[in-house]
């Protein structure tokens, strides 16, 4: 387990940080997913629409550019930023791009193994700071934006 900075928001004694963040984590991802698959709609055209026969690698290289650009950008998503929440890192910092990357192929991994994003949904839903195996790993939080 990683120490956090005192920096970042105690689940004890500021809740509102973690209030409703699986809910709005699962929120985000629907969102993002539908629009990384317009973006690979978007993008099929390019391909000379060969990209239908490897569609599920087109989304995983679309999304994960997305996500990584998205989260380097401004430490969320699109989906994360509707939601009002976004990531910090163990000193409550926003993620840079290297941070931004790991936590992406984290989350691709988890994706990729359905028993790992078991774990990681039930950690989310347990947990005091509502961290999924990834933000374990990396020691990175999901916040609400505006608490």
Known sequence: MHSYDA???DPDRQPEFYADVPVKRLVAWAIDVALVAVLCLLVLPFTAFTGIFFFPFLMLAVGLAY???TIAGRSATWGMRLMA??????RGE???GGQALLHTAGYTISIA????QVISV???LTGARGQGLTDLVLGTVMLNRRA
């Open 94 to 96: 926003r993620l840079d």
């Open 67 to 69: 996500r990584t650009l």
């Open 122 to 124: 039930v950690l989310m």
């Open 7 to 9: 920096r970042l928001p």
């Open 113 to 116: 193994v359905p028993l790992l």
């Open 85 to 90: 929440i976004e990531l910090r890192d163990r």
